[in-house]
């Protein structure tokens, strides 16, 4: 039997581990010219449906510059369209376009598929445990 340590123990292990999936996820995705942070905006966009500039910068963490720059890329690239703020005419929506909702949809489609194929090589049980901590982690993650 394994024997628990700390807390903090325990936390580190989790975090390199998720650390470590994350990372071999990113790597999974297609071949492209769009970024990790243009994803996460665009992803960020995709879960929303549509945010102004200033809220996606606040939900990725970054400063409005870096965003402009970000949300810039995406719109060369079609993937983000801009509408007007339907009550502030300083401000615009932005939103995924198709072409970004597709692109988003490949993304998780080529990350499942890794994923898929490596759950695919463990056994019931560690399935089964993977399941149950999945659960557990989505507690954790909730506000």
């Known amino acids: 039997m394994v024997r628990l340590g700390t807390s903090t123990h325990l ?9 470590r ?7 999974a995705r297609p071949v492209g010219d769009i970024t990790i942070a243009q994803i996460s905006a665009l992803q960020s966009l ?8 200033r809220e996606l910068a606040d939900v990725e963490r970054v400063a409005p510059p870096t965003m402009t720059r970000i ?8 993937l983000v369209q ?3 703020h339907p009550s502030d005419g300083r401000q615009v929506i932005l939103a995924p376009s198709v072409a970004g909702r597709l692109h988003m949809a490949e993304y998780r489609r080529a990350r499942d598929e890794w994923l898929a ?27």
């Open 11 to 19: 936390a580190g292990l989790v975090r390199d581990a998720i650390t």
């Open 21 to 27: 999936v994350n990372r071999r996820l990113r790597q």
């Open 46 to 53: 995709d879960v929303a449906g549509a945010l102004t500039p």
């Open 71 to 78: 949300v810039a890329r995406l719109e060369e690239r079609g």
């Open 82 to 84: 801009r509408t007007p």
């Open 117 to 143: 194929q490596r759950l695919a090589g463990l056994t019931a049980a560690e399935r089964e445990t993977i399941q149950r901590a999945t659960e557990i982690l989505t507690r954790i993650a909730k506000d």
